[in-house]
């Protein structure tokens, strides 16, 4: 997205910036563990190197080999019997005992002739030895060798694959389609086709009110003359409900009538299994609590209503800490701050931050970015899906095009008009002392902040899927120089994933803005116009190096800019991605580009997938570059670029 004044710049989760130094971290380890191949794990994941041999407290430790082969298929079940087969993934590992052993190529038998019924394989044969004797001839208490590791032999034969023939389903719910799961007569009998069919009978049936839905009865019927499976499914739909009292179980601290009304279940609203998850979601947002369950009576109260029960555990309300980042280019960060979680009682929110920045990159101390600020959250003001912040920050900013020093106040008030769409309405005051490329002056802004945000991705931090789109109105008016603007502003990112477990997104974003009115470029401040460039737009490009300039080619920033980004994340390894990319821009000082100068950065990235984020690092190269502008970029942080 082009750098525009963002309000809520000091408000910065510090866990970014956290991820930020943590990736500079990883990085500094990297460089040290080059050519030793040593191990590294971080926060518990294994990344590189060999790991050393993990072995368990075994009393009496027996070593195997396998042997695995199948026949009447082909490499991919084979491949999918493999990766099934518990011999095969813990070869490595010793069993406890003889009977150990025995007991584990057991269950791997149940476990591979399941995996045969997975593929629609219901005639086939699994044969289990040890040294050379079948485990169904093994009796009593087996004696193997101890000296060398125990010839493990699993033969498979696949037999032929089955198809579906006659499908009886009773008391299926309405609008249920089996042929959509892939349950029809003449396809493969998958066996986990008709357990999804059962689960999605019975989902369906709750969504559609019914809280007791179960399966009476499921029976698959193999004919191996033909091979051809029947398939017999007995649903119970049990009586359909409304939700009863909504009682509140485990919290001290917080209002329970706060709870109720900020989970939004009311009683006599129909029950939806959906409906408790977004409730129980939504109170976990609040991060006030450890935990949230929402549990629903065994059976309906004397009105005929379902009684629920919202069981939350109070978290640390109080928690404080403190970040950094480091850039060869912007220097050192720090950034420390201390919070409250439930201030009133009703999840309200006060946080206190203050951070230093660019120390080493600039020796004067008057040139360092200072930034300090106390905002207010109060969550369920008016409607239980509504959002009051109320924020006061101040701070110097020193990016090449400008120097500011300002003081913000902002109260807004955002609506979850529902879970993909967010309304924001605001009002910002401002004072802002600016040395720029015009000079020195003063503005004292007030400003209406229109926003419409749609989320629909799958994941913020790694989306493969949906689309995230950010629009933002603001007309604003300059009390010392008199001056009438208007800012528009949207960015919309989207994502589309093919291959096995969506190994490759091709991520594309857009956006673009304008400001209207003001007179001259002078008269809008130099930290509300357009800029580009850094590793939030065009990469290769320094932090807002990207703008119209004057005849001493001093940046002046612009009243439009149009931006695109695309890049390809192509899963290497079930972890590692690299990811090729290109980032382009025009930032003019007219009202609309005209796209006579446009900026263009390309390079490649990599991606380490951990369970907290993508662990990203980019490496860009400027396709234009300036006269005095930077030969490359190098950026590290955690998820995705966008």
């Known amino acids: 997205m082009v750098t525009r004044f963002n309000r809520r710049q000091y408000s910065t989760l510090a866990s970014l910036k956290a991820g930020i130094l943590l990736s500079a971290a990883l990085f500094a380890a ?4 080059v050519g030793e191949a040593q191990a590294f794990s971080l926060f518990g994941v294994h990344l590189w190197g060999e790991r050393e041999e993990e072995i368990d407290n075994v009393e009496d430790p027996v070593r195997y080999n396998v042997s695995f082969s199948v026949t009447g298929g ?16 813990d070869e490595k590992k010793p069993v406890d005992g003889d009977l150990g052993l025995l007991v584990k190529a057991r269950d791997d038998l149940q476990i591979l002739v399941g995996s045969l019924y997975e593929k629609a394989r ?19 208490l087996p004696n193997f060798d101890r000296v060398n590791p125990v010839p493990v032999t699993v033969n498979i034969e696949a037999g032929p694959q089955f198809t579906f023939a006659k499908i009886d389903i009773v008391d299926a719910p309405p609008g249920f389609n089996a042929t959509k799961l892939g349950l029809v007569a003449g396809s493969p009998a998958y066996s986990t086709t008709v357990l999804t069919a059962a689960r999605q009978i019975v989902s369906d049936l709750k969504d559609d009110g019914h809280p007791f839905a179960t399966i009476t009865r499921r029976e698959v019927i193999a004919n191996h003359r033909n091979n051809t499976i029947d398939v017999v499914i007995d649903a119970e739909a049990g009586p359909k409900a409304n939700l009863g009292p909504i009682a509140i179980t485990g919290s001290d601290a917080v209002d329970p009538d706060f709870i109720r009304t900020y989970s939004r279940l009311k009683a006599g609203e129909p029950y939806s299994p959906e409906t408790l998850s977004d409730a129980a979601n939504r109170l976990r947002t609040l991060k006030t609590f450890n935990s949230v369950v929402i549990n629903t009576a065994d059976t309906l109260d004397e009105n005929g209503q379902l009684p629920a029960t919202i069981a939350v555990k109070d978290g640390k309300f109080r928690y404080f800490g403190f970040g950094g980042t480091v850039s060869s280019i912007d220097g050192l960060g720090l950034e420390g701050y201390w919070g409250h979680r439930n201030l009133f009682g009703k999840a309200e929110g006060l946080r206190l931050e203050a951070g230093v920045s660019r120390i080493g990159a600039t020796g004067d101390l008057g040139s360092l970015d200072y930034a300090g600020g106390i905002t207010f959250t109060k969550p369920g003001l008016f409607h239980p899906s509504g959002m009051f912040t109320a924020s006061l920050v101040a701070g110097t900013e020193n990016p090449d095009p400008y120097t500011a ?18 309304i924001t309405l ?14 020195t002056d ?16 799958d994941d913020a931090l790694n989306p493969t899927e949906g689309i995230y789109l950010v629009t933002t109105a603001e007309p604003a008016y300059d009390f010392l120089n008199s001056t009438v603007y208007s800012s528009f502003d949207a960015v919309g990112s989207t994502y ?3 291959g096995e477990d969506d190994r490759f997104t091709l991520a594309a974003r857009v956006g673009a803005g304008t400001i209207v009115g003001g007179g001259s470029l002078k008269d809008i401040p130099a930290n509300q116009r357009f800029y580009s460039g850094g590793g939030g737009s065009v990469r290769g490009y320094a932090y807002k190096s990207i703008s119209p300039r004057n005849a001493d080619g001093e940046e002046t920033g612009g009243r439009s800019y149009v931006e695109a980004s695309l890049e390809a994340r192509i899963g290497v390894t079930e972890n590692i991605q690299i990811v090729p990319f290109i980032d382009a821009a025009d930032v003019s000082a007219d009202n609309f580009p005209d796209f006579s100068n446009i900026r263009a950065g390309a390079g490649i990235g990599v991606r380490y997938l951990t369970g907290f984020g993508p662990i990203r690092l980019d490496v860009a190269l400027p396709l234009d570059r300036y006269p005095d502008g930077d030969k490359f970029g190098i950026y590290a942080g955690i998820g995705q670029s966008f």
């Open 405 to 422: 020093k300002t003081l913000a106040g902002t109260v807004s008030y955002s609506y979850e008009q529902n879970e993909f769409n967010t």
């Open 30 to 33: 990297l460089s040290v563990g």
């Open 122 to 140: 219901y005639g086939g044969l699994v044969n289990i030895s040890i040294e050379g004797q079948s485990i169904e001839d093994i009796v009593g």
């Open 442 to 457: 003063d503005y004292l802004t007030f400003s209406l902040p229109v926003g419409f945000d749609r989320d629909t991705r």
């Open 496 to 498: 589309f994933s093919a």
């Open 74 to 89: 082909d490499s991919e079940l084979e491949k999918f019997l493999r990766n099934r087969s518990q011999l095969v993934s």
């Open 426 to 439: 605001g009002a910002t005051t401002e004072y802002s002392h600016i040395e720029d490329a015009f000079g």
